[in-house]
């Protein structure tokens, strides 16, 4: 029987890398029977029923101390089809032997192990410069070696280089690792991943250990094979990489592309799961605490990432043939300005003041012929935001992360000066044509002189509305940016200043975007970010402020040019139609927003500009039914009058109405109604 235990493993493994790649140490109940009934191809007479192989699972699952069908089991199992029909004429290992060679052997062949020694070889300079950072990556992610490895299997030894608490990787590590690593789509947000059956298979074929129940984990040297054969896999099929060194480096460097990410939220995952004892959907044993070793694999992949941008550089001139670099610097700032406020409102409109790593990816990615690692600019991302209060990479920061971009995209210019580097990165690349900028929404002094004329009428109940929603104006608005200083007549000044987020709150309390108002036709938050961007006074600073009553209406006006109605519409009339839009819900979205403002503090805090009833709400209350009488008073191009929430079923108003009768009154109502 020795003779073929190699070919009942390889059929035993091959088989669990297809069907229950996630644990190729045991074998399911269907897989055992799949094997037997199909892959083997018996003929009818030999084939068991499925119900006796299901017997056989479950009988040698029983009776093993996992309590799994391991390879010992599939060993009896395959022995038990084979003498189950007694010969005369033969012994149970001559049975045994002629089953092997007639059904088992043909099957082995066809997946034999493959032998990457010169591969190996090949690769051997990377995995030196490599091998510090990977410890630390390894260390993460092995464990206590079990008195059966040590013992029985005689592997892992203590060595100076690993602690001995964290010298075996099992499988279970080995997906965790492969999953932050970007070669599986688990917590690693792979785009492109490797199929659990090529994990499987290149951890079985790594490790030196076969023909037994437990494998048990790798040592480092079986880890870095185990890399490699990833590499091999994943980048086969390739023309452009033709050699394993080419192949391990692009795939290091897809490895590299999201660490930044990844490894925060598995550092977050761990937490919860340790500190709640709650098992999380899709945890696996990635999870550690930032208290243990946490330091391990934040540091390792920092490093790891930059060591595979210098590898991937090694060779390369760092120079593009793009052209001239004359470069306008008194232009620039407004222009990266242009480019982080068009990333932003693409994006990331609901927060468009910071920028978040994906933008900046984006950005440098958009850019084919700069050389740069996705993982860099994350690193990138990660220093020059931690440098802000609020961990934000806000304008001033995006400045300076195109400046790192600069310096490490052209080392050659940077070494004469950092503004030298920045002026080839902007002028030839980002600032090649003009995709990256954003436009702004120009009014002409026509429209504006026109829009001015219409939003007097509604000066009033604007000032009330705006009142409301807005707040007092910071020092940093007073005494940095010089604004809200002095206040026009009927704005108070507590509330003289309306942020981004106060302003998203007027919107869906105004038709604009579907919020608390419930709007079927609405303006997206990139529309609303956008025309409050080209619309406030300060730019090209971390903190725009808040909007100024005048700079208000101006925002009214671009979203009034920005929804779509007929091109032939004046701007007074878009003004008149959005209005009428913005009036049809503000008898529902009002009063749920100054009644359920006090709720929704206690439940979670308030959304879409609630307010406690007991502070303001009788301006929003007072400027909307300001607001509604003007608009159906003032327009002159759209039929309102029939349409106005103000009257009822006879045409006549409140005013109007006052002295009447109750019988004529409620006369006038069913006349409406008939």
């Known amino acids: 029987m020795e003779a073929h235990i190699e070919d009942l493993w390889l059929v035993f493994v091959t088989s669990n890398f297809k069907r229950n790649p996630t644990d190729p140490e045991a074998m399911r109940t269907r897989d055992f029977a799949e094997v037997i009934g199909k892959d083997l191809k018996l003929l009818s007479s030999q084939t068991p029923m499925r119900a006796e192989l299901e017997v056989m699972h479950k009988s040698e699952s029983s009776n093993h101390p996992d309590k799994k069908f391991r390879f010992s089991c599939f060993v009896n199992g395959v022995v038990k089809v084979a003498t189950r029909k007694k010969n005369p004429n033969k012994t149970p290992d001559q049975q045994v032997t002629e089953f092997i060679t007639k059904y088992i052997k043909p099957l082995a062949k066809r997946r034999p192990k493959k032998d990457i020694t010169s591969s190996l070889e090949s690769v051997e300079p990377i995995f030196e410069r490599l091998k510090p950072c990977l410890k630390d990556c390894f260390m993460f992610f092995a464990s206590l070696p079990t008195d059966y490895e040590k013992n029985d299997l005689d592997r892992h030894k203590p060595r100076p280089d690993i602690n001995a608490m964290t010298q075996s990787m099992g499988f279970g590590d080995w997906s965790a690792f492969c999953s932050l690593f970007n070669l599986s789509s688990s917590i690693g947000a792979a785009v492109k991943a490797l199929s659990p059956n090529a994990l499987a298979s290149a951890f079985m074929d790594s490790i030196q250990v076969k023909h037994v129940d437990n494998v048990g984990g790798l040592t480092f040297e079986e880890f870095w094979e185990a890399i490699v054969r990833c590499c091999l896999i994943f980048k086969k099929d390739v023309e452009s990489l033709p050699t394993p060194e080419d192949k391990v480096k692009s795939t290091l460097q897809h490895c590299a592309n999201n660490l930044e990410t990844a490894v925060q939220r598995t550092l977050g995952l761990g937490n919860i799961t340790e500190g709640s004892g709650m098992a999380m959907a899709g945890m696996q044993s990635s999870g550690r605490n930032v208290s243990s070793n946490g330091a391990l694999i934040t540091g390792g992949t920092h490093e790891f990432a930059r060591i595979i941008f210098e590898i991937i550089r090694e060779g390369e001139s760092g120079e593009v043939d793009a052209g001239p670099t004359a470069f306008d610097a008194d232009d620039a700032e407004d222009k990266v300005w242009r480019i982080f406020l068009k990333a932003n409102l693409t994006n990331n409109p609901r927060d468009w003041q910071a920028m978040r790593k994906r933008e900046l990816v984006l950005i440098i990615r958009a850019q084919k012929k700069l050389r740069l690692m996705e993982a860099d600019v994350n690193v990138i991302h990660q220093q020059e935001a931690g440098r802000n209060p609020a961990k934000r990479l806000e304008f001033k920061e995006f400045q300076c992360a195109l400046r790192s971009v600069a310096k490490r995209a052209f080392p050659k210019e940077a070494k004469e000066s950092d503004d030298t580097a920045l002026s080839k990165l902007l002028n030839d690349f980002l600032l090649k044509t003009d995709d990256l900028?954003?436009?702004?929404?120009?009014?002409?002094?026509?429209?504006?002189?026109?829009?001015?004329?219409?939003?007097?009428?509604?000066?009033?109940?604007?000032?009330?509305?705006?009142?409301?929603?807005?707040?007092?104006?910071?020092?940093?608005?007073?005494?940095?940016?010089?604004?809200?200083?002095?206040?026009?007549?009927?704005?108070?000044?507590?509330?003289?200043?309306?942020?981004?987020?106060?302003?998203?709150?007027?919107?869906?309390?105004?038709?604009?975007?579907?919020?608390?108002?419930?709007?079927?036709?609405?303006?997206?938050?990139?529309?609303?970010?956008?025309?409050?961007?080209?619309?406030?006074?300060?730019?090209?600073?971390?903190?725009?402020?808040?909007?100024?009553?005048?700079?208000?209406?101006?925002?009214?006006?671009?979203?009034?040019?920005?929804?779509?109605?007929?091109?032939?519409?004046?701007?007074?009339?878009?003004?008149?139609?959005?209005?009428?839009?913005?009036?049809?819900?503000?008898?529902?979205?009002?009063?749920?927003?100054?009644?359920?403002?006090?709720?929704?503090?206690?439940?979670?805090?308030?959304?879409?500009?609630?307010?406690?009833?007991?502070?303001?709400?009788?301006?929003?209350?007072?400027?909307?039914?300001?607001?509604?009488?003007?608009?159906?008073?003032?327009?002159?191009?759209?039929?309102?009058?029939?349409?106005?929430?103000?009257?009822?079923?006879?045409?006549?108003?409140?005013?109007e109405r006052r002295g009447s009768s109750l019988l004529d009154f409620t006369a006038g109502m069913r006349k409406g109604l008939s």
């Open 437 to 655: 900028l954003h436009e702004e929404l120009f009014i002409s002094d026509e429209d504006w002189e026109a829009a001015k004329e219409w939003l007097d009428f509604f000066d009033a109940p604007l000032k009330r509305i705006f009142s409301f929603f807005a707040t007092f104006a910071t020092d940093h608005e007073k005494k940095v940016l010089e604004r809200h200083a002095a206040q026009e007549e009927g704005i108070n000044q507590q509330t003289c200043s309306m942020k981004w987020a106060d302003f998203l709150n007027f919107c869906a309390c105004s038709n604009l975007s579907s919020g608390t108002g419930t709007a079927l036709t609405a303006l997206s938050l990139s529309h609303l970010g956008a025309a409050f961007a080209d619309s406030i006074g300060s730019t090209k600073v971390n903190d725009l402020g808040g909007l100024t009553y005048d700079e208000f209406r101006k925002v009214l006006t671009r979203c009034a040019l920005l929804f779509d109605y007929e091109e032939t519409d004046t701007c007074r009339i878009r003004l008149e139609k959005m209005f009428l839009h913005m009036c049809n819900q503000f008898q529902t979205s009002v009063p749920r927003i100054i009644n359920d403002g006090a709720e929704r503090v206690g439940a979670g805090g308030q959304t879409a500009g609630g307010r406690n009833i007991s502070t303001n709400g009788g301006l929003l209350l007072k400027g909307v039914r300001e607001f509604n009488k003007v608009l159906h008073d003032n327009s002159q191009h759209l039929s309102l009058k029939e349409e106005s929430i103000f009257k009822f079923g006879d045409g006549t108003t409140d005013d």
